[in-house]
């Protein structure tokens, strides 16, 4: 069982890279094999339908994100909120995959913002992106506001029952995509 993780944020220090990382731990502690997949290290270019135009380096890196995505059993994503909606460069990353990486996986979502206002409508917007990509999102996220504030200087969340809650969502995500595959 293989569950990637995509964290949709360029920020050296995210709070959502660092909660998706709690969320893996929670995958692997079920019994997954785990992996990171960091936007900020893969340089993406911006989605055209016209690949002809993508570079040596564009084209190299669009074939690592597909390809880890095909090989993924299960996701899950994160996101920090911008203007009630997911990351750009996260969204780019999905336009890059079609619904032969995701169709019939179990996904899990982790949402952050920096305010006070719960980020759930990016977790609302990527239910629909993912439901469009004929993936199985589990109903349980995790959404953080004020993420800033449940982190400390290092990374490592402060909040237990937030931790705990995404260590249980990254394995309600194992447990959906071993039920997905005994069914097929």
């Known amino acids: 069982m293989n569950v990637l993780g995509i964290s949709g944020s360029l920020r050296a220090a995210s709070t959502a890279r660092a909660a998706l990382t709690l969320a893996l731990e929670g995958a692997a502690a079920a019994g997954a094999e785990t992996e990171l997949l960091d936007l900020r290290e893969l340089d993406l270019p911006l989605y055209d339908d016209d690949q002809a135009r993508y570079t040596a380096a564009n084209r190299a890196a669009v074939a690592r994100l597909q390809a880890a995505a095909e090989a993924a059993d299960a996701f899950v994503l994160a996101s920090p909120e911008y203007h009630g909606g997911p990351s750009g460069v996260l969204k780019n990353a999905l336009d890059h995959l079609t619904g032969r990486h995701f169709r019939g996986k ?18 609302h917007v990527l ?3 993912l439901r469009q990509l004929h993936a199985y999102v589990v109903p349980q996220q995790v959404a953080l506001p004020e993420a800033e504030k449940l982190f400390d200087a290092a990374g490592r969340l402060t909040d237990a029952e937030q931790a705990r809650r995404l260590h249980e969502l990254g394995a309600e995500v194992v447990r959906l995509a071993r039920a997905l595959a005994h069914s097929s």
């Open 127 to 129: 239910r629909i992106v």
């Open 106 to 123: 179990a996904a899990g979502l982790v949402t952050v913002a920096g305010g006070r206002v719960s980020p759930v409508t990016t977790a």
